[in-house]
C-alpha cells in the first residue's frame, strides 16, 4: 500500500479542492465537466460519467475526496495508470494547480492558455534565443513547462517593456 507524505497528501487535496468548485466535499459531473473543460481535455458527458464510474465506489455519482485519494494510491503503487482516464485528469489538474501557484494569484483557462501560447508563437517566432522552444503547442501542460524555462519568462517581460514603450 503507497503511502502519501503530509506535502503530497496536501497537494492532492488542493486538486480536489480546485476541482470541487461549490467546497461541498464532492466533485459532481458539472463540476468534472469544467474541468475537463478548463484541461482542454472534455468529450462528452458519457466521458464524464465514465469518468466519475471509474472512481465512484460508493455509487453516489459523485466523486468524495476518498475515493479520489483510492485512485491516486492506486497510481502511486503502480496497480493504476495515470496515462488515462481519472488518473490523467488528475495529473493535468495538478500541473494546472501548480502553474496557479507559479503565477501568485491568477488563474488561467486553457482558453487563455492557447491564446498565449498563439501570442508567443506570433510574437516571438523571429527570436533566435527562442527556437529552441518554438513553436508551442497550445496545451496547458507544454507551455507550463516551457515557461519553467526562464529564458521565454523573460522575453516575455522583455516583449511587455517594449510594447508598453
Ligand atoms: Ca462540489
Ligand atoms: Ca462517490
Redesign the pocket.
Do not use: A, M, P, T
Given at each position: 500500500m503507497a503511502s502519501f507524505t503530509k506535502a503530497e497528501e496536501a497537494e492532492y487535496k488542493a486538486a480536489f479542492d480546485s476541482m470541487?468548485?461549490?467546497?461541498?466535499?464532492?466533485?459532481?459531473a458539472i463540476?468534472l465537466a469544467q474541468v475537463l473543460k478548463n484541461l482542454g481535455m472534455y468529450q462528452s458527458d458519457a466521458q464524464v460519467h465514465q469518468l466519475i464510474a471509474e472512481v465512484d465506489a460508493n455509487k453516489n455519482g459523485?466523486v468524495e475526496f476518498s475515493e479520489f485519494m483510492k485512485i491516486v494510491t492506486d497510481i502511486k503503487s503502480g496497480a493504476k495508470s495515470d496515462a488515462s482516464g481519472f488518473g490523467h485528469v488528475v495529473k493535468e489538474q495538478k500541473k494546472m494547480i501548480q502553474v496557479k501557484g507559479m503565477v501568485g494569484q491568477h488563474s488561467f483557462s486553457q482558453e487563455e492558455m492557447s491564446a498565449f501560447a498563439e501570442h508567443f508563437n506570433h510574437c516571438m517566432r523571429n527570436d533566435p534565443d527562442l527556437d529552441y522552444l518554438m513553436p508551442i503547442d497550445a496545451s496547458a501542460s507544454q507551455l507550463c513547462d516551457k515557461v519553467h524555462d526562464g529564458v521565454l519568462l523573460g522575453q516575455v517581460h522583455q516583449h511587455r517593456r517594449s510594447r508598453n514603450h
Open positions: 470541487d468548485v461549490d467546497h461541498d466535499q464532492f466533485v459532481d463540476e459523485l
